[in-house]
């Protein structure tokens, strides 16, 4: 893709930089490195970055409605306040899972939360619910990653790494519910692994590809690339909108080494795409 500015934020050199979140109210960028256990604040106004927690690793995490983080771990779900305290909310017990991996609150306040398998036919998607209940919606993932809402809320896409396959579901926002998979994306196999994603307001997918340096640009008719932004750096993990306009995307970026001094891991910014996000949804897990 032509005339878009690639520009490195903030390189914290993490092992699998994942899950950028935009906050408007503050014009921050929080994002997570999952094995260190590490999640970080980029402020865009000062250019500065900050360690905001450190703990057991988080694979995913949403912003709740009370100004509060949710933070999806390995076997709990925690709240933490924006003063850095923790607390447990919700246990998680999966024998078939690794961990969390990738997750995304709907607008109704619930989230949709997949998980690592212990090998390529376990795991599972999940839904947690206002009160807490967790529903696994199905099994047998892998490595569940990227997820993302049309702006109609009709349509809910998710990303299969292990099968390097991005799905999409009818999506109920009343009850959650997904219906209907098809397949959308498969990578060629000469291709790289689909990670994280997003959707546009006008329904494009964007997909992060983990090992070609790439972000696809996928029209959601059919699922075909219509053209790529190439950093540079090979792992790319997953991506944001941002921006006063949300016409920036921030990419999470993969395997940094805290011993050597590369580009690996690094937060960028993306600008000149042409494309603007949708606004986050906020989670309201109440149980």
Not at 258 to 278: E, K, N, R
Request: hydrophobic share 30%; glycine share 12%; net charge negative.
């Amino acid at each position: 893709m032509n005339n878009v500015t690639i520009t490195p934020l903030g390189n914290e050199h993490c092992d699998t930089g994942e899950n950028p979140y935009w906050t408007s109210s503050d014009g921050c960028v929080y994002w997570t490195d999952i094995p260190r256990g590490k999640l970080f604040r980029y402020d865009t106004q000062t250019g500065t970055h900050e360690t905001i927690y450190q703990g057991e690793p988080v694979g995913g995490f949403t912003l709740q409605k009370d100004g509060s983080w949710l933070l999806f771990r390995v076997n709990d779900i925690v709240r933490m306040t924006p003063e850095g305290v923790v607390t447990s909310l919700l246990p998680f017990a999966d024998e078939t899972a690794q961990r969390f991996n990738d997750v995304i609150a709907d607008a109704q306040g619930r989230v949709f939360a997949g998980t690592i398998g212990a090998d390529r036919e376990s795991g599972g998607l999940y839904r947690v619910d206002l009160d807490g209940t967790i529903t696994k919606l199905f099994a047998g993932t892998g490595c569940a990653n990227g997820m993302g809402f049309t702006s109609d809320l009709s349509q809910f896409y998710w990303t299969c790494s292990t099968n390097r396959q991005i799905f999409r579901f009818r999506y109920d926002p009343e009850t959650g519910a997904l219906t209907d998979r098809e397949l959308f994306y498969q990578s060629a196999p000469d291709e790289a692994t689909p990670d994280g994603m997003v959707v546009d307001s006008s329904g494009i997918v964007w997909s992060a590809q983990y090992g070609s340096s790439a972000i696809l640009k996928l029209d959601p008719t059919d699922g075909r690339i219509v053209d790529r932004i190439t950093l540079p750096v090979s792992r790319i993990t997953s991506l944001t909108f941002g921006g006063s306009e949300l016409d920036t995307m921030y990419v999470t970026t993969a395997g940094g080494k805290t011993d050597v001094d590369s580009a690996d891991g690094t937060l960028y910014s993306v600008t000149g795409s042409g494309a603007t996000g949708q606004p986050e949804f906020l989670s309201n897990i109440r149980p």
